[in-house]
């Protein structure tokens, strides 16, 4: 494939391995059931999307990336919970850019095209809710 689309394929595979460890960590800690639930399902999002990129890299005659991106660490750095949740939902806006920059340069039809699109949607969705539960939980959180 396309070396540029194969490097930004592998940009997001990194990411949402990150993506999956910083909610991992998080996942330590949070407590109210409502928030966790909604987590636990971000990540499994997040792991099914990292093995469906790795899958597309791999059809396409790439080699996908072993990395995890560092933005766990900066997760796991940022202080309060709430603090935390927030650089969650930045990530993810720059995941949703980074997904929009890939739907340019890929096909316009066909199995990445489709998955991107997938991932586009999910983290729309993502970020939208992730305010409206932040709003929400600024009361409850320390
Ligand atoms: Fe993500």
Known sequence: MDQAL??????????ERAGVAALDQLLKEVTPDELRKLLTT?????????????ALIRSGGDIPSTKVGDFAAKVAAA???RERLKLLIHGEEWVARKVEEAIAIAPATGPIHD??????NRHRFEVEWGRAELIRLMNTLG
Do not use: P, Y
């Open 115 to 120: 998955q991107l699109q997938k991932m586009a």
């Open 79 to 81: 202080g309060s919970l």
């Open 42 to 54: 971000s990540r499994e999002d997040e792991a099914a999307t990292a093995s469906q990129l790795e």
């Open 6 to 15: 194969a490097q930004i394929l592998n940009l997001l595979l990194e990411s």
